[in-house]
């Protein structure tokens, strides 16, 4: 799906060695996490949040390495000081026996997107895993850069493909009560601004009560959902996403770190 501009694989067992081949690790046991890196010099936007979560996430996955910013710098080196303009996104991944580091463009994308249902939910979902390949295949069936994929079961919307969702009544922000990866990028806006997010069971037969779906995450950053064809829902403001995008703008410009 991305082109990677970089793309190396460390051997873990034997003192983090280059491997001649990279391993991307997707559908394997374990964890990763995708970090927004822009600017004219690389920011790496809530780095120290993003790497807490990853190494609590290999911490339960009993992977024993701990990742830090001097770490990333070694791993990635010099190659990624050559890019002019930033808008990229380094994943971290890890198996417990390899881990691999790449480097990709972010998508450019809309602020206005059209929304695809599907029936699935993600497993081990607590954690940002690798068991990403069915997601991989739904984003792939569409044009990603004017497209969201949203995740229901059971009649229930639980996520994105890759996104946090905030539903929107009344002013009042709505996250789903459960079965989701809690992304970082969602707790960086939610740090930042200062409107609470209320967990709700989000029943796709009552989404006509909601008159705004906003999509949240590290490779887009937010965005709005003007219309989902399967249900004939379609958006009737915009009000919370400019507020929320105003927030989340503010976020990047505070919450960054230089290597």
Not at 81 to 110: D, E, F, M, P, W
Not at 159 to 183: C, H, R, W
Not at 201 to 210: A, D, G, M, T
Request: proline letters at 2%.
């Amino acid at each position: 799906m991305a082109n990677n501009l970089l793309a190396k694989s460390y051997n873990l067992k034997n003192n983090l060695s280059l491997l001649s081949l990279f391993k991307p690790l997707w559908g394997q046991r374990g964890v990763f996490t995708s970090i927004p890196i822009i600017g004219k010099k690389p920011h790496f936007i809530g780095l120290q949040r993003y790497l807490q979560t990853f190494n609590k996430s290999c911490k339960d996955y009993k992977f024993g390495i701990t990742i830090t910013p001097k770490l990333i710098q070694k791993l990635v080196g010099d190659e990624i000081k050559k890019i002019k303009t930033y808008n990229h996104l380094l994943r971290i991944a890890c198996n417990g026996k390899t881990l691999s580091v790449s480097l990709r463009k972010r998508i450019k994308t809309q602020d206005s997107v059209i929304g695809f249902i599907k029936n699935y939910k993600r497993k081990d979902f607590i954690h940002k895993n690798l068991y990403y390949k069915k997601l991989l295949k739904f984003m792939s069936e569409i044009d990603y850069s004017q497209n969201e994929i949203i995740l229901s079961r059971d009649n229930e919307i639980t996520e994105g493909a890759v996104t946090n969702l905030i539903f929107v009544k009344s002013d009042t922000l709505y996250i789903p009560q459960e079965g989701y990866y809690y992304g970082n990028t969602l707790k960086l806006l939610q740090d930042e601004i200062k409107f609470k997010f209320h967990k709700k069971k989000i029943l796709l037969e009552n989404l006509n009560e909601y008159s705004e779906i906003i999509s949240i995450g590290s490779g887009r950053g937010i965005i709005s959902i003007n219309s989902i064809p399967d249900i004939a829902w379609k958006r009737k403001s915009s009000k919370m996403f400019i507020k929320l995008k105003k927030g989340y703008k503010n976020m990047v410009n505070k919450n960054y770190y230089e290597i």
